[in-house]
């Protein structure tokens, strides 16, 4: 078990230690762009011939995007993604709740290094709660880059809602090299029989995309109607319909599991927005075990917990099983819980046990509708640098800034 040691008191220059000699280093705290800006993404290209190390972020319902070269010190204005899709008669005009994805080796003919994004199109603005019909229209898209982040074309949809202002939201992917396969898993509430589930499908080009009911190709979303997508696989679908696992984010660690957290709301529609962060283990990313199995709640070993917007990342630094870094919205248990506290969860043995450190941020101005709604965790290409990024209330409270940490991770042995 490694728990802290030290922590300076100064923000930046704060060195936190952990009991097997690992240290974190921040050496870097700083805006990435004004309000208004919400669910950011980014990826750091580790596969790209001429750019690895490029940090590309993301945010908003126009997916703005921003590209460093410099390791997060500087960000400069890419073209933004555009969706703009006639169908039946609505226009995919709102896009966001997106993810960012590099892939690692060749998908069919995308190569290499093409950067992915894949998110949720809609037809109007987001409801005021999940499964109220405001007459959107939701569908999974994916948007391509073959210049490292320059610039997004759309390649089409991966699945769509199925029930009129039901919807499909928040798709995160993951490659398993042993087969080829692109995961999408994402959060769908479009069936009435459950609150919401998390599902996914799988592709080996990214044109097909195989689903429980079948295949379809993202590229004919025009001429295609919603009951030709077919029914995803199910990853957790709750026994109780009133439960509503949502924001899943996948990472493969050094022993060969898959560690997947997500958010798990008992009751969304009757007012409890503390969602615990939970998790599951599998060694295939097709087969989660039964939809039933809620998973379980992530704890510290002092009985911290997180709430809502998970984010998880691996890094094989810092010790023999590496690390594996959990944030969320904020807390909701623990001897300091508050929802302006947000420790960063870590684990050195592949999620048994968790200790925390605190965020970075000025945790007292996220008080904003929204604030820390979506967390970031990326790595360097050589791994031995972590980025955080999130959304944080302004100083007036009437909106979110985006923000970035920069950790330098060093393995020291006393």
Not at 25 to 28: G, I, M, R, T
Not at 166 to 184: I, Q
Not at 292 to 310: F, H, N, Q, R, W
């Given at each position: 078990m490694c728990v802290i040691l030290n922590e300076n008191p100064s923000n930046t220059g704060k060195i936190i230690r952990f009991t097997n000699g690992t240290e974190l280093?921040?050496?870097?705290v700083k805006k990435i762009c004004p309000s208004p800006a919400n669910y950011g993404m980014g990826v750091v290209l580790k596969n790209s011939e001429n750019h690895n190390g490029r940090f590309i972020f993301s945010y908003g319902h126009a997916l703005k995007v921003f590209i460093s070269d410099d390791e997060g010190e500087t960000f400069r204005n890419a073209v933004p993604m555009k969706d703009g899709t006639e169908w039946n008669g609505a226009t995919f005009e709102h896009v966001g709740m997106s993810s960012m994805f590099e892939l690692p080796e060749a998908v069919g003919n995308f190569p290499k290094g093409t950067v992915i994004s894949c998110g949720t199109s809609m037809t109007g603005p987001y409801g005021e709660k999940p499964g109220v019909d405001n007459g959107t229209k939701s569908a999974i898209h994916i948007f391509y880059s073959l210049d490292s982040g320059e610039s997004f074309?759309?390649?089409?949809?991966?699945?769509?809602?199925?029930?009129?202002?039901?919807?499909?939201?928040?798709?995160?992917?993951?490659?398993?090299?042993?087969?080829?396969?692109?995961?999408?898993?994402y959060s769908d509430d479009s069936l009435q029989e459950h609150d919401q589930k998390i599902v996914f499908k799988y592709s080996t080009d990214l044109i097909n995309w195989v689903g429980e009911g079948g295949t379809v190709d993202c590229t004919q979303y025009k001429i295609l109607k919603k009951e030709d997508y077919p029914e995803p696989f199910d990853v957790i679908a709750c026994d109780n319909p009133e439960y509503r696992p949502g924001m899943p984010e996948?990472?493969?660690?050094?022993?060969?599991?898959?560690?997947?957290?997500?958010?798990?709301?008992p009751g969304w529609h009757l007012g409890d927005f503390n969602g615990d962060v939970y998790c599951k283990i599998s060694r295939d990313p097709g087969n989660w075990g039964d939809p039933?199995?809620?998973?379980?709640?992530?704890?510290?070993?002092?009985?911290?917990?997180?709430?809502?917007?998970?984010y998880v990342g691996w890094t094989p630094a810092g010790g023999e099983n590496g690390m594996l870094f959990v944030s969320g919205r904020h807390m909701i248990s623990g001897e300091e819980s508050s929802v302006h506290k947000d420790d960063i969860f870590v684990s050195f043995d592949y999620g048994k046990n968790f200790t925390s450190f605190e965020n970075p941020f000025d945790l007292n101005r996220r008080i904003g509708a929204w604030s820390g709604r979506h967390p970031v965790i990326e790595f360097s290409p050589d791994m031995k640098t972590l980025y955080y990024t999130n959304q944080i209330c302004n100083d007036a409270g009437d909106g979110n800034e985006m923000w970035l940490a920069r950790y330098r991770i060093k393995e020291r042995k006393y």
């Open positions: 280093e921040l050496d870097l074309e759309l390649l089409g949809y991966i699945d769509m809602e199925r029930n009129l202002g039901l919807g499909v939201w928040e798709p995160f992917m993951l490659y398993e090299k042993e087969t080829g396969k692109l995961f999408c898993y996948v990472v493969r660690m050094k022993n060969g599991d898959y560690f997947m957290v997500y958010e798990m709301y039933a199995d809620y998973g379980k709640p992530i704890k510290t070993v002092d009985e911290k917990m997180l709430a809502s917007a998970p």
